[in-house]
């Protein structure tokens, strides 16, 4: 029997969140807006308008083929942590070795060659990115199977899922900080412009992130905490074991298609307060606060909900809520009432069901695998959720890809139709994630085993 988990170990694990969180969000949020800023952004473009087909541009191609490597990647990495054999365990060799070089490459990839739009940028921007996501897959692979292997209860999955989730929405406000921070750099440095601020806030930030990643690393004796694990299915064997479960598959669907709406939604923020609303970037920061305060004030009830009622109820429900949210975006500076209304609403609005769907997700693969390992005797969390980490980057990959691609309907105040159609894909999308989910067996239904 599993000794209960001491609170270091969740705080430990939650740092490890907050520390993935900044690097991965700094990216999601300002990537595109920096390469390719709005017209009122004070800052130049930093690769060409090039485009393909009338359709294509060069930035959605670049993160096309991040993400898509970020996603192959990712099995194999996950395939080599269950099958690892080390005197600290399976898990944090790779998390230790990973978190430096991860934060060094997301800095280096705001710092790109040339000041000016550049051919060599795109090639700069291209390679880095993708060094940065082969140490990003081989940090939180291992680290989100550290969550099965540590929750050997429902209850220890959830709390460790809570303290994730508090770390990954602290990260997300504290990326979202950026544009607050480089203003208040100008302030301090006025002879500095706007790419300079973001650079050095940008630098600043990953270092702190290295250093909440290193806690996990450093600070979890998988060895104590964690049960030993036999691995002996070759990596293709693995790969066709996950596949084959039912559950898993329709879950992997359905987390598909709500990342990759989270992924369109998220790449927008900045330019739907710039560009629709006409308010200054640093007031993101606020309203990411007022969402993720409203999260975090739920997360207890989602922890308590969760252990109570079914979770494939409460998970169809948040994709609906989702939905809802996100065809607001449509609307954007049309309501009758102040820009910093409207927006507000919006961030409340998704705090509620952001709150569910920060936590469930993570204990329903950690179900999946424990269901699976009484099934088949083999302990392979890394795979289950390094094939989740697949899916879910193939979405991210198809987000960021269509929303670069929308860019081209309009991206600037007063041609923002681009940036309006964000809002009803990324709603279209969360519906069919519900519809996907709703084909969900839980364990207390009829034939709710694998087929």
Not at 177 to 183: L, R, T
Not at 213 to 222: G, K, N, Q, R, T
Not at 280 to 290: A, H, I, K, S
Not at 310 to 336: D, H, I, Q, T, W
């Amino acid at each position: 029997m599993q000794q209960k988990l001491p609170t270091k170990i969740h705080i430990a694990y939650g740092f490890g969140a907050l520390g993935w969180s900044i690097s991965l969000n700094i990216i999601s949020v300002l990537l595109s807006y920096i390469y390719l800023p709005p017209a009122n952004a004070n800052m130049v473009n930093l690769i060409p308008q090039i485009t393909i087909l009338q359709i294509f541009n060069i930035i959605s191609i670049i993160l096309f083929a991040g993400r898509a490597f970020d996603a192959i990647i990712d099995p194999v990495i996950a395939h080599l942590s269950d099958k690892h054999k080390g005197k600290l365990g399976r898990r944090i060799p790779f998390m230790r070795f990973a978190f430096i070089p991860m934060s060094l490459f997301c800095v280096l990839l705001f710092y790109p060659t040339h000041h000016y739009a550049s051919n060599t940028n795109i090639l700069w921007m291209a390679v880095i990115q993708l060094l940065y996501y082969l140490f990003f897959g081989m940090f939180l692979i291992p680290y989100n199977a550290l969550l099965a292997e540590l929750g050997q209860t429902p209850q220890a999955k959830l709390d460790l899922s809570m303290a994730q989730s508090i770390g990954f929405m602290f990260g997300v406000l504290i990326s979202a900080a950026s544009p607050a921070m480089a203003s208040g750099l100008q302030n301090v440095l006025p002879h500095i412009d706007r790419l300079q601020a973001y650079q050095y806030c940008i630098l600043g930030l990953n270092v702190f992130a290295a250093l909440c990643m290193a806690v996990p690393s450093f600070l979890i004796d998988e060895k104590k905490y964690c049960k030993e694990a036999v691995v002996t299915e070759p990596l293709l064997q693995s790969l066709k074991t996950a596949l084959r479960n039912r559950n898993f598959l329709i879950f992997a669907v359905a987390d598909m298609c709500y990342f990759m709406a989270i992924a369109i939604i998220t790449a927008g923020l900045m330019y739907y307060i710039k560009s629709m609303l006409n308010l200054e970037e640093w007031l993101g920061t606020v309203f990411m606060l007022v969402m993720v305060v409203i999260t975090l004030i739920l997360y207890p009830i989602v922890v308590k909900f969760g252990t109570r009622f079914s979770k494939k109820k409460m998970m169809v429900l948040s994709f609906l809520g989702v939905a809802l949210v996100f065809a607001e975006v449509f609307y954007l500076g049309k309501f009758p009432v102040s820009p910093i209304v409207q927006v507000s609403v919006l961030m409340i609005s998704f705090g509620v069901p952001g709150a569910f769907l920060g936590i469930l997700p993570t204990t329903v693969v950690a179900d999946i695998a424990h269901q699976s390992q009484r099934e088949t005797g083999e302990n392979k969390e890394g795979m289950f959720f390094g094939m989740r980490a697949f899916f879910q980057k193939l979405g991210q990959t198809a987000g960021v890809t269509v929303f670069a691609m929308l860019t081209l309907y309009g991206k600037d105040p007063g041609n923002d139709y681009g940036l309006r159609l964000t809002g009803v894909v990324g709603a279209l999308l969360c519906l069919a994630a519900a519809i996907a989910y709703s084909q969900y067996r839980e364990e207390t239904e009829p034939n709710a085993n694998n087929s």
